[in-house]
């Protein structure tokens, strides 16, 4: 089958709702004056919000110099920072926007030594501040798709004498339990070892009862047809199986490619841009392509948005 030269550049062309370039970013965010009435109108709409001397609802004014707003009637001051990341926070607020615009454009992540390059803030400034925006990333959610697929992939080293799981008492990789709905949201979880409860655990907290499960041939996920909810009754799920160690991927509808595309995500963001992750701060490294496979994929627009506000 071949295409027309039309029908390929409208296949590889970005949908104009998708798009969000580094000049689109500075004609919304020229200084900080701009990135203040942003946060101040996330927060307080229009400026109006409850005053805490006048007790009733308030239109408020910025303050010249000063990162706050009075209100119209008793001079009272609101602070859209408070409460925020950017509480006290010395850096400009443009730099913090930029670097959210960063994180949130870029699938595979973007390393503090990048930012330090670009903004010239200090390499211990630029990881604080992608600290504090990952953690905006770490929303808790209950995975509410019909069908949930389930894996698990290892962090850190390489495994001696051959590769697959990692030997008992192994600590040089680290587990991570992905769990992930057909088509939108993941959950990622570094945890300390890939047992029955630790895994049966994470379905109780995270799949919604009655869902159906896809997993692999791993023994250890044998009892979540036996699960029950929080009040004790029986949560439902459906298990099914698929065989990896015959070289069986997919069965019908019955496979878990939607979490393995994931880690492929999360090891290029890894491998490819940050190198190396100390296992002590390995999860908060997966909010970000966890951010991208639940939001910014679902998002048309500019993904940092919904983590600005950093509250």
């Not at 001051?77 to 670097?99: D, M, N, Q, R, V």
Request: overall charge positive; charged content about 25%.
């Amino acid at each position: 089958m071949q295409f027309t030269p039309e029908e390929i550049a409208k296949e590889q062309s970005i949908p104009k709702r998708q798009r969000y370039t580094l000049n689109d970013f500075n004609r919304e965010f020229p200084d900080d004056d701009a990135c203040l009435e942003f946060l101040k109108e996330q927060r307080f709409l229009g400026g109006v919000t409850m005053c805490a001397k006048c007790k009733t609802d308030r239109k408020h004014y910025r303050v010249k110099g000063r990162t706050a707003y009075a209100c119209d009637h008793c001079g009272h001051h609101i602070y859209p920072l408070a409460g925020t990341i950017f509480e006290k926070t010395t850096t400009s607020l443009k730099l913090w926007f930029h670097a959210m615009f960063q994180m949130g454009s870029t699938k595979c992540g973007i390393s503090a030594k990048q930012i330090q390059r670009e903004t010239g803030v200090t390499y211990k400034t630029a990881w604080r501040m992608f600290k504090q925006i990952r953690s905006l990333m770490s929303d808790e959610i209950s995975l509410e798709g019909s069908t949930v697929e389930i894996d698990e992939t290892y962090h850190g080293g390489k495994r001696k004498g051959g590769t697959g799981r990692p030997g008992v008492g192994d600590k040089k990789k680290m587990p991570i339990v992905g769990m992930a709905e057909r088509g939108g949201r993941v959950v990622a979880k570094a945890t300390a070892d890939i047992k029955s409860a630790t895994l049966l655990g994470l379905v109780r907290e995270y799949v919604l009862p009655k869902s159906t499960v896809n997993t692999d041939e791993l023994r250890n996920y044998g009892g979540i047809k036996a699960l029950r909810d929080n009040q004790g009754n029986h949560a439902g799920y459906r298990h099914r199986r698929i065989n990896h160690s015959s070289k069986i991927y997919v069965m019908g509808d019955i496979h878990t490619n939607t979490v393995e595309g994931f880690w492929s995500l999360i090891k290029r963001g890894i491998g490819g841009t940050h190198h190396m992750v100390s296992q002590n701060f390995l999860q908060s490294y997966l909010f970000n392509p966890h951010f991208h496979f639940d939001v910014a994929l679902r998002i048309f627009g500019w993904a940092s948005s919904s983590i600005s506000i950093g509250v």
